[in-house]
């Protein structure tokens, strides 16, 4: 039998074991009732993140676009831009239950800058809080990105 070692209290414990610890988020497609819950954590970057859920939007049958069988499969869908939606508390609502609309932005767009420091108030959130994923579409062989974009509609 093995036995446990013992529980260091420091801070560089804790924050060794938070950035190595996965935590579910839930994501939403821009403008879409498309989603899908995923594991991330801080120790990310936001092209593995954006890689991830490029995957995910396109394999999951929670992101299905509607008559999405009949659609070009030669047009994909890339993740471009990543926003985080915050949970305001409701004005009504006691102040220990979630945070300050007078002070805490809406939203922040997620940045390479800022990414592991969002990632750690997503974990911390405990699930209250949303990744709005702006998606572009694009040509799937010719890799003209903006040119598939702008001829398919895309946003």
């Known amino acids: 039998m093995t036995s446990l070692p013992l529980r260091r209290s420091s801070t560089k414990a804790r924050t060794e074991m938070a950035e190595g610890h ?18 991330t954590s801080p120790t990310q970057t936001l092209s593995t993140l954006q890689t991830h859920l490029t995957n995910l939007a396109t394999t999951s049958p929670n992101c299905a676009e509607f008559m999405s069988k009949y659609r070009n ?7 471009s831009e990543i926003r985080v939606r915050w949970a305001i508390a409701d004005s009504g609502t006691p ?4 945070r300050d609309g007078k002070i805490w932005p809406k939203e922040t767009v997620l940045t390479e800058e800022n990414f592991k420091a969002v990632m750690r108030l997503l974990e911390w959130g405990g699930g209250r809080d949303v990744l709005d994923v702006k998606m572009v579409r694009g040509e799937g062989g010719g890799g003209g990105g903006q040119e598939g974009e702008k001829g398919m509609g895309g946003k």
């Not at 996965?22 to 594991?39: A, K, N, Q, W, Y």
């Not at 499969?73 to 993740?79: D, G, L, M, P």
């Not at 102040?95 to 979630?98: E, P, V």
């Open 22 to 39: 996965e935590f579910p988020v839930l994501f939403t497609i821009e403008g879409s009732s498309r989603h899908e819950v995923l594991l």
């Open 73 to 79: 499969r030669s047009i994909t869908e890339t993740a």
């Open 95 to 98: 102040a220990g239950s979630g």
